[in-house]
């Protein structure tokens, strides 16, 4: 295998603190770290721990004072209002400095939660790094969560303050935010002072209509900031979170990520060196959104650390207006680096099958394009290498990681790409496939993909306010590895393949989803005696959420009104971007005999994949049954 990475993937096995320590040389540090590693606490682990630095000045003022404050940091493209808006590195910190001083006027201190909801538009990007500035730690919130949603993130990490906006666009309809924040901020727990919001025309409802009826100030952003001084960065230990963020599990209660700040800072500028290749000038466009982890790194921080220009897209792959609208922003802003999900290209292919509505613009500022949130499946590989006759970087990684586990390190060197495989593992990142009693399997042999700890900089450092929570889900289940809950192998040539999920976690257009979840909802209908939601393969969406439900006996109700109303429900307590769609009303689930619905069997019937009944079956004859519902797609 090729050297350059090669070299780079062994140092970091081999002696990480000294791996690391070097990295950390490219951040700009107020007490530059002497320690890598505290490992005091063990299976929990710290970077940098005698390191200070502020994110905020590594994202603006760093280039500021090295002469780049004319350079574009951030370009606000909206498809959705038909406008483009530039901020330069200095426009862009005078903006952080400002709304930083707005949060310091309003109370906000170093260490206090601050919740963002907000859409794609320039004020998330603003607000993520005021509240970094400060050292607030910021949780920022999909903006297709339902209020339900919003209020258990609420109650979990108790922020002091809410930033959102008067709403966000969809190509169907608006959001209203407004009427959300309230509902959420009604059923959760009281911790919130501040709401501050963002106006945006076009939408109803104003922060002057919930104040009356509020113990929350209710306050406009623009108000506030005429009367704010800025805000200097604020000093802090490498070890302060940055950010809490919040991402599915297999239960019902999301996990609160946690990120640090110096270790995040390392491995962002390393990830920007190593793997995707961007330098100071280079124009990123990550067109994600920025309530994801691919938001958070790949919009937001690693671009301004790195000194290039990021590209905030408030808009869909196809629709605002077609299927050409990646190619006129790369064409626009001379991108020289993409990221995008699967699911956009498959969408883009879907409506215009040759991508010639791409093809037409001017491509060629475009060096690679980079695709994560779900396997890039190898049709659709070869569509993206075709069209755009560039490098196709598959990057596997998980919110928990903050940056990629396995890539073709680009920046290292391109190694020759296999369809399916995100490449190898990335220096850091020591990965192996244990089997379900933890021993390693051959290569070739598929298993839990794990990795050895300590994890490197940049991934999570334990779950918001448990870390007995971290432990238990990722630290135990094989000592000494964290277990990422994919399965996958590595072949021959230490290439990974990454087949899916090992637990009931779906994966929806790229976005995140538990099943377990979604079974909450469907269970508290009141005529829903047991339930199963299972993820089964989409041609478009990766995975699209099925639900089957078996009805309390006696109950007399027309089924397709029980259906639309189960639909709603979903919708209603977990948000439009569950996608929930699908529900059959059937006899029975098959179960065990210990009373374990047989999930796994139901997926690979839906797939039209291979299955053995388990032995373990109560009832095969609910199987045989059930069978008739789980039809595969074509
Ligand atoms: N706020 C509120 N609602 C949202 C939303 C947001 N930010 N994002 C999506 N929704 C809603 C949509 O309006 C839709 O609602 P509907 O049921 O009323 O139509 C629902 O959630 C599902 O939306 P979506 O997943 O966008 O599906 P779609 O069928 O409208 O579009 C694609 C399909 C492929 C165009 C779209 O899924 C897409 O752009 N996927 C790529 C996602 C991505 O980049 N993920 C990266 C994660 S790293
Ligand atoms: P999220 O935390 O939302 O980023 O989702 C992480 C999960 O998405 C991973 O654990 C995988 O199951 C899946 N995933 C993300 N990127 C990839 C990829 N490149 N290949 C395969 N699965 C992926």
């Not at 391109?414 to 850091?428: H, M, Y």
Request: charged share 20%.
């Amino acid at each position: 295998m090729a050297q350059e990475y090669r070299q780079a993937f062994n140092q970091a096995a081999t002696d990480p603190a000294a791996f690391w320590l070097t990295a950390a040389r490219d951040v700009q540090w107020d007490k530059a770290p002497t320690q890598a590693i505290d490992d005091s606490k063990a299976p929990l682990y710290n970077w940098f721990p005698d390191g200070k630095l502020n994110l905020s000045a590594n994202a603006l003022d760093r280039h500021v004072a090295a002469g780049r404050g004319d350079q574009a940091a951030l370009i606000y493209d909206s498809a959705m209002l038909n406008s483009k808006t530039e901020y330069s590195y200095s426009e862009l910190l005078r903006e952080v400095e400002i709304f930083a001083g707005v949060l310091r006027d309003r109370g906000v201190k170093t260490g206090d939660r601050v919740l963002i909801y907000l859409p794609m538009i320039p004020q998330a990007v603003i607000s993520m790094l005021a509240c970094a500035r400060l050292g607030a730690v910021h949780s920022v919130v999909f903006g297709g969560f339902a209020p339900k949603e919003l209020a258990a993130r609420i109650t979990d990490c108790e922020p002091v303050a809410i930033v959102t906006a008067s709403g966000g666009i969809e190509p169907s309809r608006h959001i209203e935010y407004l009427p959300a924040v309230a509902e959420a901020l009604a059923l959760a727990e009281k911790s919130v002072r501040d709401v501050i919001v963002s106006h945006r025309d076009g939408f109803e409802h104003s922060p002057s209509e919930y104040q009356d009826a509020s113990e929350v100030n209710w306050l406009d952003w623009d108000e506030l900031a005429k009367v704010a001084q800025p805000a200097a960065p604020v000093s802090l230990d490498s070890t302060h979170p940055l950010y809490v963020l919040y991402t599915s599990g297999t239960t019902g209660s999301p996990k609160g990520v946690v990120r640090d700040t110096g270790g995040y800072t390392t491995a962002l500028q390393f990830s920007m060196n190593a793997i995707y290749d961007v330098h100071p000038g280079d124009v990123m466009f990550t067109a994600s959104d920025v309530g994801w982890v691919v938001g958070h790194s790949y919009i937001v921080y690693a671009p301004l650390i790195a000194g290039a220009t990021s590209v905030l897209y408030e808009g869909k792959p196809i629709g605002t207006p077609d299927a050409g609208v990646f190619g006129r922003i790369i064409e626009d802003h001379k991108v020289t680096t993409m990221f995008t999900a699967p699911t956009a290209l498959r969408a883009v292919r879907k409506a215009d099958p040759s991508g010639a509505l791409i093809a037409a613009h001017d491509l060629s500022s475009l060096r690679a394009l980079f695709v994560a949130g779900e396997r890039l499946d190898p049709d659709t590989y070869h569509f993206a290498v075709d069209l755009l006759g560039i490098p196709v970087v598959d990057n596997w990684w998980q919110t928990e990681t903050g940056w990629p586990i396995a890539s073709n390190p680009l920046g290292l060197e391109e190694l020759t790409a296999k369809a399916g495989s995100p490449t190898t593992p990335v220096p850091g990142f020591n990965v192996e496939i244990r089997d379900a009693l933890g021993a390693q399997v051959a290569a070739g042999d598929e298993g839990n993909i794990v990795i050895k700890l300590p994890l490197p900089p940049g991934a999570l450092t334990t779950l918001w306010g448990n870390d007995q929570r971290f432990i238990d889900t990722y630290l135990t289940q094989i000592e000494g590895f964290y277990l990422t809950g994919d399965s996958g192998f590595l072949d021959e040539d230490g290439y990974l393949f990454v087949m899916g999920r090992t637990d009931d976690v779906i994966n929806v257009s790229g976005h995140r989803l538990s099943t377990g979840a979604m079974e909450q909802v469907l269970a508290s209908h009141p005529a829903v005696a047991e339930c199963a939601v299972i993820g089964i393969n989409d041609a478009l969406k990766g995975q699209r959420a099925s639900g089957y439900v078996v009805l309390k006996s006696g109950v007399d109700t027309d089924e397709e009104t029980l259906k639309k109303e189960i639909v709603a429900l979903v919708r209603q307590h977990i948000g439009p971007v569950a996608d929930f769609r699908e529900v059959s009303v059937v006899a029975g689930l098959p179960k065990t005999r210990s009373g374990k619905i047989l999930r796994k069997t139901m997926r690979q019937i839906a797939d039209g994949k291979e299955y053995t009944v388990p032995s373990t079956i109560e009832d095969p004859a609910v199987l045989d049954d059930l069978a008739n519902y789980l039809r595969p797609q074509g």
